[in-house]
């Protein structure tokens, strides 16, 4: 079974990440790189598994370190 909307809904939840991001970045994939709704959520759910979501969260606002 592929990776999905509620899946990722579900990483954010579980890992206190702002949906409103996310959102931001799947309209991103979708919109510049003509990525389908599904598509763009999987690969999201990739950057959760490989730390790349962690590491943006590492950055606050303005850019400063929290």
């Not at 409103?20 to 759910?45: C, M, N, R």
Request: net charge negative; glycine share 8%.
């Amino acid at each position: 079974m592929g990776k999905t909307l509620e899946d990722l809904k579900e990483i954010c939840r579980q890992t206190n990440t702002s949906y409103s991001g996310i959102e931001f970045l799947l309209k991103y994939y979708q919109e510049s790189l003509h990525w389908p709704l599904d598509k763009a959520s999987a690969y999201v759910i990739e950057l959760f598994e490989n730390g790349t979501i962690d590491s943006i969260k590492v950055l606050g606002k303005d850019g400063k370190e929290i």
